[in-house]
């Protein structure tokens, strides 16, 4: 066959398609990405594609997180998505749940790059942090940012006996303190009894 028929063949079957081999998706990394590795179980068919090294790592770095328990998976990602407890509970939404997963391991992975967010979904409006009020509320009660509606309840308790005025020689200063921590509590109870009180 003459080379003129020959890319008339290669032509027609696609045999022409450059037969390149993608590079390594590990930023920096300059060998050939010859090892794919799911981006998530949500889109089966995309893929990253690393060289050996890197898919190793890359696979290591997803067992790590697969091989946790919940409680484990909860406390890694607890940074990112302290908000979102009270409208995601564990195993309410696991699929989304496991692709905040991924998303921290890629962000780890991948360092800030690009492709760390690639394939993230950003979680719905509902799960974002709390208005500037209920954010100081929190801090009147002394709780953290990420504190349970239980633990707001046991808070309130113990502060309230704290500063109770009986308790503090009848002081005004007690009294004031009080109204501060029952406005913050009612500002809380509200917020929380709109999102959503789990359990
Ligand atoms: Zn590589």
């Not at 502060?159 to 029952?182: F, M, Q, T, W």
């Not at 509200?190 to 999102?195: E, I, L, N, R, S």
Request: overall charge negative; glycine content about 6%; aromatic content about 12%.
């Amino acid at each position: 066959m003459d080379a003129d028929i020959k890319a008339k063949y290669a032509s027609l079957f696609g045999m022409d398609r450059p037969t390149t081999v993608k590079g390594c998706d590990h930023p920096g990394c300059a060998d050939a990405g010859l090892y794919k590795a799911p981006k998530s179980r949500a889109t089966l068919y995309d893929y990253y594609w690393f060289c050996l090294d890197h898919v190793r790592a890359y696979n290591q770095a997803w067992d790590f997180y697969a091989g946790m328990n919940t409680s484990e998976i909860e406390q890694a990602i607890k940074f990112d998505t302290v908000w979102q407890r009270e409208t995601w509970p564990m195993g309410g939404n696991w699929q989304q749940r496991e692709e905040e997963m991924r998303h921290k391991m890629r962000a780890e992975f991948f360092g800030d790059g690009m492709h760390a967010r690639a394939p993230y979904e950003a979680p719905p409006p509902s799960a974002t942090r709390p208005p500037p009020h209920i954010i100081e509320a929190l801090a009147v009660l002394e709780l953290e940012a990420d504190a349970s509606v239980e633990e707001m309840k046991t808070q309130y308790k113990k502060l309230v006996k704290r500063h109770h005025p009986d308790a503090n020689g009848g002081s005004r200063a007690a009294e004031d303190k009080i109204k501060i921590i029952n406005q913050a509590f009612t500002a809380l109870k509200t917020h929380f009894a709109m999102v959503g009180e789990q359990g």
